[in-house]
């Protein structure tokens, strides 16, 4: 397995040619099989462009090669509207896993959640991958809901 030793986080917004491959990971790993068209993650992606708060996309990239991405969103659970803003949709290619990179890419969404006035994030995940965030100083705040953990993490933790 390849590791990437030297890599950058960076908005979306700075590295739009990244955004079809953002897209195509988020597709491929949440929406395809829910039966949602491709272009319809692209139009998600995309509102990153207009936005100056949320949603906000980072991407991991060594060089010109895509890494991974993380976002911060307003809410990535309907049944949970109270929580807000949602670090969601983490992938890091599989090349490039065991490397820090998914560490950074979450920390990147919660500092600009913090860095918006947040004072707490969000994020849920499958219990096989829960204790991922755990390491990172993530609170689990509930369990399965919809079959996720549900976490936060305080501004200064």
């Known amino acids: 397995m390849a590791t990437h030793k030297t890599y950058s986080i960076s908005d979306l917004r700075d590295r739009p040619d990244f955004a079809d491959d953002v897209a195509d990971r988020i597709w491929n790993a949440w929406w395809r099989q829910d039966g949602h068209e491709r272009a319809f993650v692209r139009g ?13 996309a980072f991407v991991a990239h060594d060089g010109d090669t895509f890494l991974g ?11 949970r509207p109270q929580y807000s803003p949602w670090v969601a949709a983490v992938w890091v290619d599989e090349t490039a896993r065991r490397s820090g990179i998914g560490a950074a890419l979450v920390q990147a969404g919660a500092d600009a959640a913090f860095g918006q006035g947040f004072d707490t994030a ?10 991922f965030y755990e390491r990172l100083s993530w609170q689990r705040i509930e369990e399965d809901v919809e079959g996720l953990n549900v976490f936060s993490m305080k501004r200064g933790a």
Do not use: M, W
Request: glycine residues 2%.
């Open 44 to 56: 998600l992606v995309d509102e990153n462009f207009a936005s100056t708060g949320l949603p906000q």
């Open 69 to 79: 991405t993380a976002h911060l969103i307003d809410n990535d659970l309907e049944s």
């Open 122 to 131: 969000y994020l849920c995940a499958r219990p096989a991958v829960s204790a």
